[in-house]
């Protein structure tokens, strides 16, 4: 393989490996910041053991998430040298943004989060989980503007020809709301919302299953399956819309995520199916002109297929991106069915008693996250040739003095952290759920300075 293959195999190894965690990190702050607020509300202390125990698995994730997303930020400058100077002015503001507005945030609140418990007040801590999730939030912001600037640019202009070209930024907030940037990231945070939710009512079934933890694991339930619902359905409207925007700005990658050819024909669009690319033609079941009506609301609309546009302006991979694009809307409508079948259980009464439903949540936890990566593998490879779409090919971004055995030992090596990592996740993760929402952890065990004051008073 060459150093391009290579530099793009490696890259998608340590995104793919790192975008596990962010997203549970931002689902399971929204829904740790209602367990809170719940306490706060009601003084129920079986919310605090859930927010306690779920900040716990929060941290986990949260510290590997920082840790596999700076290797990313080196492999721009080892790999993609060329593409890092075309694009620093523009990628290296989003990255600054990120630390100072979000990264700033969230870590600033992480440590009364963590080691706050009995040492700052339920209204201070919360408030510290609500600074660490907004984090997370705004981190993400700033993640989908630079790689939706790639998809569709806006509000810069090039300095330079040749290899010295590179964009800077001529409307700093027309970069930022670029044309795909909102609906890009609403469907992200949408897509993290159900990775966390479906985690917590994955763990919670569980224990419901085993017969332990059986009111708080209720609680948990329903407060995550409710999220997912929301979510679930949300996610309908964001993708609808992503498509929609994908159409007007990338038509090409749109064509390939359905493998329509055909440019003066209406497109199908298929639930299912194989794209023979030397044929052009696809093999499934399909809904006949069904894309076309999404589109423009006509049948008999045609639609810009692949033929249109020149072969080396096309992604490389069709049946990749088509298979990508399928499964991640396949499991998204999945996903609305288990969280809309769930809803129909709790309101029959029957929810905590229909243990084949959860079965269904304990193992639908991988769901969201091959959905998560399937999207943006479609993204991606559909974006293709381009890293910045009709500006600057994958070809041209790629390190000049970086030779093919450099970037294959690397590759290997960072297989090889990155299981051993993934394993030391698994592993501490099973240790904390079978733990379990004990209420008798160590930390709430400690009094606080007032208490031993009220306790020393009392003696004397």
């Known amino acids: 393989m060459d150093v391009e293959i290579l ?3 490696q890259f998608a190894l340590t995104v793919s490996f790192h975008y596990i965690y962010p997203p549970l990190s931002i689902g399971l702050g929204l829904i740790m910041v209602i367990f809170e607020a719940n306490y706060l509300r009601t003084q129920n202390p079986e919310y605090k053991r859930l927010a306690r125990f779920w900040t716990k698995i929060f941290a986990l994730t949260f510290g590997i998430g920082v840790a596999t997303g700076i290797v990313m930020e080196f492999e721009f400058g080892t790999n993609w040298a060329t593409y890092s100077r075309y694009v620093g002015d ?43 999730w907004l984090g997370s939030m705004f981190s993400a912001v700033w993640i989908v503007v630079a790689n939706s600037w790639q998809q569709t640019p806006a509000g810069y202009h090039i300095v330079g020809e040749g290899v010295s070209a590179r964009a800077e930024i001529t409307d700093f907030w027309a970069m930022v709301f670029n044309p795909s940037s909102v609906d890009r990231l609403s469907h992200v945070w949408i897509g993290s919302f159900l990775a966390g939710s479906f985690l917590i009512m994955s763990v919670h079934a569980y224990y419901l299953l085993k017969g332990q933890h059986i009111d708080v694991s209720k609680r948990a339930f329903k407060i995550a399956l409710v999220v997912a619902v929301v979510a679930s359905l949300s996610q309908l409207f964001t993708g609808h819309r992503s498509a929609d925007g994908v159409a007007i700005n990338q038509p090409a990658k749109l064509a390939a995520m359905e493998g329509h050819y055909d440019s003066l024909a209406p497109a199908d669009m298929y639930i299912m199916g194989w794209v023979d690319q030397e044929s052009q033609v696809v093999t499934g079941i399909k809904v006949p002109n069904g894309l ?4 423009h609301q006509d049948f008999d609309h045609p639609v810009k297929g692949l033929n249109h546009f020149p072969s080396d302006e096309t992604p490389g991979q069709v049946n990749a991106v088509f298979q990508f694009y399928h499964i991640m809307v396949g499991i998204g409508m999945t996903l609305i069915g288990l969280t809309l079948l769930g809803l129909f ?61 450099q970037v294959l030992f690397s590759l290997i090596l960072f297989t090889v952290i990155y299981i051993l990592l993934f394993t030391l996740f698994i592993y501490l993760l099973n240790k904390k759920i079978k733990h379990g929402p ?3 952890d160590m930390i709430d065990q400690r009094p606080n300075q007032k208490e031993m004051v009220e306790a020393l008073n009392t003696h004397s």
């Open 438 to 440: 004990e209420e008798g």
């Open 7 to 9: 530099s793009r195999v």
């Open 90 to 132: 523009i990628f290296g503001s989003a990255l600054a943004a990120e630390g100072i507005f979000a990264f700033a945030l969230e870590s600033g609140f992480l440590g009364i989060l963590l080691f706050g418990w009995n040492r700052v007040s339920p209204k201070v801590h919360f408030i510290a989980t609500l600074g660490v």
């Open 345 to 405: 259980l709790w309101w029959r009464g029957k929810l905590f008693e229909t243990s084949w439903y959860l079965k269904a949540m304990v193992a639908a936890v991988l769901l969201p996250q091959i959905a998560n990566q399937a999207g943006w593998f479609s993204a991606e490879m559909g974006r293709q040739p381009w890293v910045v779409y009709g500006l600057l090919r994958t070809s041209d971004a790629l390190s000049k003095v970086v030779t093919a055995n």
């Open 292 to 295: 076309s009506f999404l589109l």
